[in-house]
């Protein structure tokens, strides 16, 4: 295993922080100005999409795609220095990139399973930021860590399906701009292997019989970078049968395809937002007095801050190691590695950034510091894409296996 970064990776890396130093950050503080004089709070600040025409004007611009065609052709470890940098700013840096969920993992679907015109009506407009899109999968009834208690209904009817259920917790929903859900519900919910009675089909948000019903919250934010999260009701909303994704009773390996590169790609930004944790941490450590002396001259400050380090290099070992399997042997061979870094990477970065709150006091439950925002975010990621339990579940049992 060699981690050392190849000369695009070295390029890419460059201009990506030149990028984040001269565009991101400055605009952080103007979206928020911007968003509080909007019309709606899920309309786009314009200096997003300032943001994204100079993202592309750089070639910073659809980075995660591996598929050359559609994307920069990187391999995931050339792409994972690069996620980790915009984790920086998760609100705005991997939007203007291009790079943000749930569009990556719908386009990354699109790309693998769709057909040449759900690919030219629907992949292309979202590669070019044109539009967004939501991946609908979680429900409110059943315990959704285990995809098949879905019970969206995906019934053929002639010549079109119909689509019948509740989702919630649907990212992109809110925003204006999703013009496109990918949803997964069962068409053989009586079938004999659990894992062939689902599907995925394309419905049109503008689909007679699709509601979006409230915006939903995590911690009490709106999450506006992904476009928020929303429960929507399908009630017997009909699209044509051409718009299925791959084929009747493949909804489950597609969803599988989808989580791998996910799951990596959250732990990628995850080490960055630990990064920016730890150097909002040791400035606030070097400024502020306590009992006579700087915070960074006290020994739990150092504990905090050398802890946070190890753990940082650590997790980042372990996500370049998942890279370079998922190059090299495929997702499935990763398989360990993937559910590894899942469990391991949000719990140790909130514990990071719970330190870096805990030293900025009450600013740090503030909204002038982005660190409760980071916080939500990291935490909300124990249960995003599979709760660490499921992981933890399927990791044990693997590793029982081999004395069974």
Known sequence: MDFAFDARTEE???????????????????????????????DTPAVVEELKAEARRQGLWNLFLPDAEYGAGLT??????????????????????????????????????GDEQQKKQWLEPLLAGEIRSAFAMTEPEVASSDATNITTHIERDGDEYVVTGRKWYISGAMNPDCKIFIVMGKTDPDGEDIRRQQSMILVPRDTPGVTVERAMRVFGYEDHSHGGHAEVIFDHARVPASNLVGEEGGGFAIAQARLGPGRIHHCMRLIGMAERAIELMCRRAVSRDAFGKALAQQGVVHNWIADARVTVEQLRLLVLKTAWLMDTVGNRGAHTEIQSIKIATPRAVVDIIDRAIQLHGAGGVSQDFPLAELYAGARTLMIADGPDEVHQRSLARRELKKYL
């Open 12 to 42: 890419l890396r460059a201009k990506l922080l030149a990028f984040m130093d001269e565009y991101v950050y400055p605009a952080e503080a103007v979206a928020e100005q911007q968003r509080d004089r909007l019309a709606s709070p899920w």
């Open 76 to 113: 995931n470890l050339q792409y994972a220095p690069l996620a980790e940098i915009t984790g920086r700013s998760p609100q705005l840096a991997p939007t203007a990139l291009n790079c943000a969920a749930p569009d990556t993992g719908n386009m990354e679907v699109l790309s693998q399973f």
